[in-house]
């Protein structure tokens, strides 16, 4: 088993490196297999996405490792996002945190913590209003075109949205706002909330956005929270280190 694995990432190897596909039969004479062992191999890769068929029947990478590699990613992206709630609950035990993702046509909460709920960070996956949030304001300001406007599609502005905005005219007006200062605020927030929302970069590419929310700060404090806040959003996620590839007993 662990040979027919390794001869499967072998041959995974030789078709991400063939950018116009690679044929079957050229795997195997380039492996020193059969022809028949690598077309066994092949076709359980393909069963599970890891490779697909092409013009003229050549083979290239499957969907599943895209998919993989997306995964991958958002974990990491998870992790850092709990890192730094983690230290910011260090100097403010008060504040409440949401770290969400846009998610292909809504926006997902995957990190809360609220005093509330005994003040832990909790795994969640709970949709939050595009219209109705400071998290809302950073999607629709700093995602691509293409996306910003499946959120819309998918979340009209309706007459509940009227309700707080008024017109939509303020609710854009809020959006350029987020676009020019980097950071989201909700105008009919109560005067005693200071909750606010970071975009959070990963390689110049919105990854995230951070909300955070404290009652009853002074104007100084919630100077230096904000100033905080905004030194988190270039988000650096280290590679693992080649040691880690290993399993230890």
């Known amino acids: 088993m662990i040979q027919s694995f390794s001869r499967c990432m072998d041959i995974l190897k030789i078709v991400a490196d063939s950018p116009d596909g690679v044929r079957l039969a050229d795997i195997a004479r380039g492996m020193k297999l059969k022809y028949t062992t690598v077309y066994n191999l092949v076709n359980s890769m393909m069963r599970e996405g890891m490779i697909c068929r092409g013009k003229e029947h050549v083979l290239l990478p499957g969907p599943m490792v895209t998919e993989l590699h997306r995964r991958r990613r958002h974990g990491e992206l998870i992790r850092h996002a709990r890192a730094v709630m983690l230290s910011l609950i260090e100097r403010y035990p008060e504040a409440d945190l949401t770290y969400s993702r846009f998610t292909g046509a809504q926006i997902t909460a995957f990190l809360n913590r609220s005093?509330?709920?005994k003040g832990d960070i909790r795994a969640a996956e709970s949709v939050l209003p595009p219209y109705r949030t400071v998290a809302g304001l950073v999607f629709l300001a700093f995602l691509p075109e293409e996306e910003a406007a499946v959120l819309r599609a998918d979340f009209p502005f309706s007459e509940r949205s009227r309700g707080d905005w008024g017109t939509e005219h303020a609710l854009e007006e809020a959006v350029r706002l987020c676009r020019e200062r980097r950071y989201a605020r909700l105008p009919f927030d109560p005067p005693e909330m200071s909750r606010i929302g970071i975009p959070?970069?990963?390689?110049?590419?919105?990854?995230?956005?951070?909300?955070?929310?404290?009652?009853?700060?002074?104007?100084?404090?919630?100077?230096?929270?904000?100033?905080?806040?905004?030194?988190?959003s270039d988000v650096v996620l280290e590679e693992p280190a080649s040691e880690s590839l290993f399993l230890r007993a």
């Open 115 to 117: 005093q509330d709920l």
């Open 200 to 232: 959070m970069f990963h390689k110049g590419r919105l990854s995230g956005a951070l909300t955070c929310t404290c009652l009853h700060l002074g104007v100084e404090e919630e100077k230096r929270l904000l100033n905080e806040l905004m030194g988190l």
